[in-house]
């Protein structure tokens, strides 16, 4: 198993990406904290992994004491914490940046961006002390092209390659890779609310990608496994992009 022995704390972990993501873990040997602030199915999705493999926790990443508390709470729960993922995101009005309201600007910058910015600040100090350790954003097809309607969306995204980057390069020395995992369109509930039920989302966004339709959950958590394992030890402050081909065209 790759992840025999490690844990993982998961931001978003509650359902979609996130969720498929800790389910992967777990296959591979991890335990996990499955973070979010759906706190209730955060812990619903935690018990049907098994008591003695994952643990639900309700949190709101762009709350910094609580994001430190949670991520002490699953270190002392696991007794060591060596992955984490920084998934959680919201959801952006489709408009133009002329018409977007500054409210919604500050939650996709607070929970996108600096969601993950916490997970990393306040994670690190128990990656160090397990002696290494792989951080991994979700960010996006979307961090390397733009969409029209979607400049907050974008703009989040491609900080946080910037972020994976910088994180990258001050802790090569404590053993901790940093790395963003990029996915293009996937078949997500994010996708059913934006284009009102998953076969019009599959219509309509899966010929935007070369491949002709949207990704799995299951094939971005696949890339998740890969950079949270020791297969790519030799990978930091760098993008896995897995997106169909999106941004090739
Ligand atoms: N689905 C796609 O097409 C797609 C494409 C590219 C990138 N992504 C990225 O992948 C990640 C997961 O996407 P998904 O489609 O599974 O999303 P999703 O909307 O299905 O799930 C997001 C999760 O984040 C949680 N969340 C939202 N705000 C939070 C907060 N303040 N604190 C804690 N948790 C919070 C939600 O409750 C939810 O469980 C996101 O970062 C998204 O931007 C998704």
């Avoid at 991520?71 to 018409?99: C, K, Y």
């Avoid at 993950?116 to 350790?133: C, D, P, Q, W």
Wanted: aromatic share 6%; glycine share 14%; net charge negative.
């Amino acid at each position: 198993m790759r992840l025999d022995g490690k844990t993982a704390f998961i931001t978003g972990g509650a359902q979609g990406i996130g969720l498929a993501t800790a389910k992967a873990f777990v296959t591979e040997g991890a335990r996990v904290a499955i973070a979010d602030i759906n706190g209730d199915r955060a812990a619903q999705e935690a018990v049907g992994l098994g008591s003695d493999k994952a643990i639900g926790v309700s949190l709101d990443v762009g709350d910094g004491a609580a994001v430190k508390a949670a991520i002490d709470q699953a270190a002392n729960h696991f007794g060591r914490l060596d992955i984490l993922v920084a998934g959680a995101a919201v959801m952006t009005p489709g408009v133009s940046i002329e018409d977007l309201e500054e409210d919604d600007w500050d939650a996709a910058i607070r929970v996108n961006l600096k969601g993950a910015f916490l997970v990393a600040k306040h994670g690190i100090g128990h990656l160090r002390k397990s002696g290494k350790g792989s951080i991994i954003l979700i960010a996006s097809q979307m961090g390397r092209v733009a969409w029209a309607g979607s400049t907050a969306y974008c703009t989040t995204k491609g900080g946080l390659l910037q972020m994976a980057k910088g994180i990258a390069l001050d802790h090569v020395s404590d053993g901790i890779r940093a790395n963003t995992l990029s996915p293009g369109g996937t078949a997500t509930d994010r996708l059913s609310i934006k284009f009102g039920d998953m076969d019009t989302a599959e219509r309509e966004w899966g010929p935007k990608h070369p491949m002709g339709r949207l990704g799995r959950v299951e094939e971005i958590a696949a890339g998740a496994v890969y950079l949270a394992s020791d297969e790519s030890s030799f990978m930091t402050g760098t993008d896995l992009l897995l997106d169909g081909g999106y941004s090739a065209w």
